[in-house]
């Protein structure tokens, strides 16, 4: 199905990019930018800045660069800020975080220097874990006006055009909405109230919404995903999407699960555990941030599976998060899974994965194709929860009312049809066109 082609603003200018949290993801992506700029590094993992995308039929043998295709801004025009807890510049925050070697750090340790954070708003009982020392003073709602301040700040010194939001902060306790996440009127006379149920995030979230600045969030706090700021969103016609970045052993399952459904074998039990020893380890393991991260990991196998369509596959499958702080290890993360399958008469067998990874070394790139595609959609016009960026997330937001997708090819396809669709080209349905004319 050919589209008219979507009128999207041109990328002009800077892009300023507003990372909550300076931690091992955020430090990883900004240097894994810089080091690239220099040629000093390859943004391995980014589809935006590696990936093709077909046009038209086979035939054709038209893939051009995504990044040709679609109007993106540069590597060159991103500048960042930041806030953090921490004191710590990019500089010494990635030397502590870790992810990346000294060596590799120090040709751009003057453009990592330069990012200094902002005092962080932070209330303890969102992250029990951390002991906020650079922090704003006041209340919920003088947080917010603080976090203003600072954003013009920023847009007057480095004369950014654009600018997009991005969660990158620790994983806050489990929250459900209420009374207060209902609609903006109550959001409002909360904030004002310092209502304790109003998050950090929430405050940085309605600050960018209020302004119109795109919001994505890589954890899997509440934070957007309510009718309030759903519904600012919609107001000021602004892009949102989330929650918690599809990295390490949720990214196994979802590239795993759709696999064995396509063929048809039963599970009776997938059991996964995982140990890191980085400040995100040290967090989770407080049982509050860890509910929150289980929730978000959970979800995925049920909606793949479809236990209710498939019971005699899925319908009594075990499933087990397990997330163990073990400081050895930083941020080499290791997630073994345990997967019980069943074949033909009902025999069982079993697959083991073990997968040593680097959890920011995994997730940087998807804050890079993020910040630029959130960019994008803005430039584009739409607005409200990307769909099309589930990809990305382990707990993709949706619409009220739908489920959300899992599967990691079917959340490819969405994407890359998206693109298409932006662009006026034919959308891609495999259903082999070519065969028939
Ligand atoms: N592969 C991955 O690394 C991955 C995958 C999915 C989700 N995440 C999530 O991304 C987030 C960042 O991960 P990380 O490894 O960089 O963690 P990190 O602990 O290294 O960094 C998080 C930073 O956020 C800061 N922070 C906490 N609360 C804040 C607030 N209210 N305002 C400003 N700063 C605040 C902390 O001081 C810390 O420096 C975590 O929530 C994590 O669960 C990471």
Redesign the pocket.
Known sequence: MTSQKIEIKPAEGKLGILM?????????FVAGVELSKKGLGKPIGSMTQMGHIRLGKRTDNNSPLIKDFVPLAGLKDLVFG?????EDDAYA?AIK?GVLKKEDLDPIKNELSQIK?WP????KN??KK?E?QH?KPGKRRDWAKAIEKDIQEFKEAHQVQRLVMI??????VFNRPGSAHENLNAFEKALDENDSSIS??MV?AYVALKQGIPFAN????LTTDMNALETLAMETQTPISGK?????Q?LMKTILAPGFKARYLGISGWFSTNILG???G???DDPESFKT?ETSKLGVLDTILQPELYPDLYKDLYHKVRINYYPPRG?D?EGWDNIDIRGWLDYPMQIKVDFL?K??I??AP?VLDLVLYMDLAKRAGLKGIQEWLSFYY?SPLTAPGLYPEHNLFIQEIKLKNTLRYLMGEDQITHLGREYYE
């Open positions: 909550v949290g300076l931690g091992a993801v955020s430090t990883t930041a806030w953090d807890v921490f925050a975080a954070p962080a708003a932070f209330d969102f992250v951390l906020g922090i969660w990158c902060g620790s994983t806050e950090p995030s940085y890589g954890a899997p706090n918690d970045f599809k990295t390490g949720t980085n400040r995100d040290e967090v989770l991260k941020d993360k990874c959890d920011s995994l997730a998807l382990k």
